[in-house]
């Protein structure tokens, strides 16, 4: 059983047409939810930490915000170079080497 | 450097070779770390250094896989006898706080023929 579940799996938006992406856990203990831009043929790069339940942070176009048992990541009047898979992942206590779990990602393609 | 390093950039081997993948982690950070992406799923964590401590390996998949970092820096991993299972993108990160986000590398890109 998944203990990270990314939705929707691909997304596909017109430029300037806001939307979100789902990032839920099943975790308890939770240490850090982390939210990664991955471009084709390189590696995850980091946008975000989230420490605890209420928290919120922005960058650009970009807004994560985190529940107990959820992350939304929130994407305002994208652009075209928005394009990306996002990934998210969590670290929790107990979960040993500082080791992040990641979900698959949401594929999301703004068209022009 | 200026990010994290991993060579080859792509790397094509025969069933039964082995190889060796290099990360180069950014300078003063102390933890690495190894993922494997496979098509369509998810990052797999493989294994973690920190410090002189000794590395977590509890995410390798089987004994074909090993990995060591030398003088605190450069991180090598070896897999054994390679199958066509281990065709994969086999990315490092490193860290100075795993808690503040990892800087990952652009990955090997592993094919198995």
């Known amino acids: 059983e998944d203990q990270v579940t990314q939705s929707p799996e691909a997304l596909r938006l017109q430029e300037g047409e806001s939307s979100s992406l789902n990032c839920s856990y099943t975790?308890?203990?939770?240490?850090?939810l982390f939210w990664y831009r991955q471009d084709p043929g390189k590696g995850p790069e980091f946008l975000f930490t989230l420490y605890s339940a209420g928290e919120e942070k922005e960058k650009e176009r970009l807004k994560a915000t985190l529940t107990k048992k959820e992350s939304f990541l929130h994407i305002t009047a994208p652009k075209p170079e928005d394009s990306a898979t996002y990934l998210c992942a969590y670290m929790y206590s107990g979960g040993g080497a500082d080791g992040l779990t990641f979900g698959k990602g949401t594929h999301l393609i703004i068209q022009p | 450097g200026a990010g994290v390093s991993q060579s080859p950039s792509n790397k094509v081997t025969e069933k039964g070779k082995d190889v060796e993948l290099r990360c180069d982690p950014i300078s003063g950070h102390t933890a690495l770390y190894w993922y494997r992406q496979s098509l369509g799923q998810g990052l797999e964590f493989l294994i973690y250094f920190q410090g002189n401590s000794a590395p977590d390996k509890s995410g390798l998949p089987s004994d074909r896989f090993s990995a060591e970092r030398t003088g605190g820096s450069v991180s090598t991993l070896t897999i054994q006898r390679t199958q066509q299972e281990d065709s994969a993108v086999y990315l490092c990160?490193?860290?100075?706080?795993?808690?503040?986000?990892?800087?990952f590398g652009s990955g090997t890109r592993l094919t198995v023929v």
């Open positions: 990160a490193s860290s100075l706080v795993a808690l503040y986000g990892y800087t």
């Open positions: 975790v308890s203990g939770l240490r850090g």
